[in-house]
């Protein structure tokens, strides 16, 4: 809900209070306020509305999904790199239920700003591929494919890999 220089200026307020708990003797105060400042550290890294998006996501909400997404008016300046990715990615899969052309340009982005995880690139190929399956893109489909497997190390998409190359033999 912060700007993320915000949430930076709380907690090393509340590193200073911590400290000055410390010299007074109130050291379960002094320990309960710093792990309060860890809440505002662990936040600047992880948005809290990414991570309310994903619950929602995984309860397939995409109504509130969209509704979170958009309580972010400028992601650029709001989110660090990583997050920006992962809003894009998240905006991916809420757009690719109604708009794949707009879907499309959204996984690209999230793919050309990074993903910090291997499964979530291989996700955003894999719906890439689809997208291009659907546009009778087969060559693009195949080679996002391939890409897909080789960043899917744990076996994890294995299902969905091979659902789309079923499909790729239909076209």
């Not at 399956?133 to 294995?158: P, V």
């Amino acid at each position: 809900m912060f700007n993320k220089y915000i949430k930076l200026v709380l907690a090393a307020f509340i590193l200073v209070w911590a400290v000055y708990e410390f010299s007074k003797g109130h050291i379960m105060n002094g320990i309960s306020i710093v792990l309060l400042a860890g809440i505002f550290v662990f936040f600047y890294f992880k948005n809290e509305i990414l991570l309310l998006t994903f619950f929602k996501l995984r309860k397939q909400d995409f109504e509130g999904g969209n509704k979170l997404l958009d309580k972010i008016k400028n992601p650029s300046a709001a989110l660090t790199k990583k997050q920006e990715g992962y809003y894009n990615f998240l905006r991916g899969i809420m757009v690719s239920q109604t708009n794949l052309t707009q879907a499309e340009r959204f996984f690209k982005k999230a793919l050309s700003i990074g993903l910090a995880m291997d499964h979530d690139k291989a996700m955003a190929k894999l719906q890439l591929a689809g997208i291009a399956l659907t546009k009778r893109r087969k060559r693009e489909a195949t080679t996002l494919i391939a890409e897909a497997k080789k960043l899917d190390k744990h076996g994890m998409l294995k299902d969905q890999i091979s659902m789309v190359k079923q499909q790729m033999k239909k076209i």
